[in-house]
């Protein structure tokens, strides 16, 4: 059994910065755990990036990889965003001040209003779909504690002109609004909510915290059924074909491999886009800014983060180097 100074240490080293490190525990469903079920975390339970995070030392480890918090302030960035999108589409406001704050740049919101929903039963996906964005926020930053991330500024208004430009929804000039109706509702929720799910899916393999990639796992599980809910939301309504430029907007943007699907190929629905073994596919954190950034360039900002987003797992990946 590992002494309890090993503990205290995995525990000390599990966030950006060593303030309060109990809400970590509390919200992930540990509080008055034993030093002898604590014991059961991997001795390898928090890797870390090539150059420590700020507050962190590394105790002889030996992994590079990024340490779960830096993982879990990542996926709070994106939470953040989608967070934003869904409840200023279905109530016309944002998240409430006292869940915004934390380390890092804290930024305003641009752009965002109610959707004049004309069906009463996508009104409810809606409203579904922001209380468990919502309710993600909320365990992230308490899970997370002292070390949780700001939000970022969010850009919901040029951002979404810029990529529907990009993918030829519309030309240079004109403007897309994402409020405007629930047909360009959707296409805005169809940007976010696949990319969300292959976010989860690549992160995995990188949480060494059991505790923490079952958390990960249970919200990659939602993100999935809020994809498919969208995804067959388009294929009702027959917009194949501006999704499938958006498909291919993420494509051009996150790499060289073809990995992107749209809701139909070759004729059939493809409301789940899997590979041959019927797996969702995985994007790295670079990717996955690529694609917020709207960009194929290495950058640390800009589309839906103007400012670029918080914490230690911010820079998209140049596009022929991934």
Same mark, same amino acid.
């Given at each position: 059994m590992f002494e309890k100074s090993f503990i205290t240490n995995a525990i000390n080293r599990s966030a950006e910065n060593p303030?309060?490190?109990?809400?970590?525990?509390? $919200?992930?469903?540990?509080?008055?755990?034993?030093? #002898?079920?604590?014991?059961?975390?991997?001795?390898?339970?928090?890797?870390?990036? #090539?150059?420590?995070?700020?507050?962190?030392?590394?105790?002889?480890?030996? *992994? *590079?990889?990024?340490s779960d918090a830096a993982i879990l302030n990542f996926a709070l960035n994106l939470e953040y965003l989608e967070a934003e999108f869904y409840l200023r589409a279905v109530t016309g406001m944002g998240l409430a001040d006292n869940m915004t704050g934390g380390q890092g740049h804290h930024g305003d919101v641009l752009g965002g209003r109610a959707v004049s929903f004309a069906t009463g039963k996508l009104r409810k996906i809606a409203e579904e779909i922001a209380a468990d964005e919502k309710a993600h926020v909320a365990f992230l930053r308490e899970a997370l504690g002292g070390a949780a991330v700001a939000r970022p500024s969010?850009?919901?208004?040029?951002?979404?002109?810029?990529?529907?430009?990009?993918?030829?929804?519309?030309?240079?000039?004109?403007?897309?609004?994402?409020?405007?109706?629930?047909?360009?509702?959707?296409?805005?929720?169809?940007?976010?909510?696949?990319?969300?799910?292959?976010?989860?899916?690549?992160?995995?393999?990188?949480?060494? !915290?059991?505790?923490?990639?079952?958390? $990960?796992?249970?919200?990659l599980a939602v993100e999935a059924y809020h994809a498919a809910t969208i995804r067959s939301s388009l294929y009702a309504l027959g917009l194949d074909a501006p999704t499938t430029?958006?498909?291919d907007l993420r494509d051009s943007v996150d790499g060289p491999t073809d990995l992107d699907q749209g809701i139909v190929v070759d004729g059939n629905a493809n409301i789940v886009p899997t590979d041959s073994?019927?797996?969702?596919?995985?994007? !790295?954190?670079?990717?996955?800014? *690529?694609?917020?950034?709207?960009?194929?360039?290495?950058t640390t900002s800009g589309g839906f983060f103007p400012d670029g987003v918080n914490g230690e797992i911010n820079t998209s990946g140049h596009n022929h180097e991934q």
């Open positions: 303030l309060d490190r109990r809400r970590f525990l509390r $919200a992930a469903g540990l509080t008055g755990v034993s030093v #002898g079920a604590m014991a059961l975390l991997p001795q390898a339970a928090f890797a870390h990036e #090539g150059d420590s995070v700020q507050g962190e030392d590394d105790h002889g480890s030996d *992994n *590079n990889g990024p969010i850009d919901l208004r040029d951002s979404f002109t810029a990529a529907a430009v990009a993918a030829g929804l519309i030309t240079a000039g004109e403007t897309f609004d994402v409020y405007a109706n629930e047909t360009n509702f959707l296409l805005g929720a169809f940007i976010f909510e696949d990319v969300g799910v292959t976010a989860y899916k690549g992160a995995a393999p990188l949480i060494d !915290s059991k505790v923490y990639l079952e958390a $990960a796992a249970g919200i430029n958006i498909s073994n019927g797996i969702v596919f995985s994007r !790295s954190a670079a990717q996955v800014l *690529n694609i917020v950034y709207l960009t194929a360039e290495e």
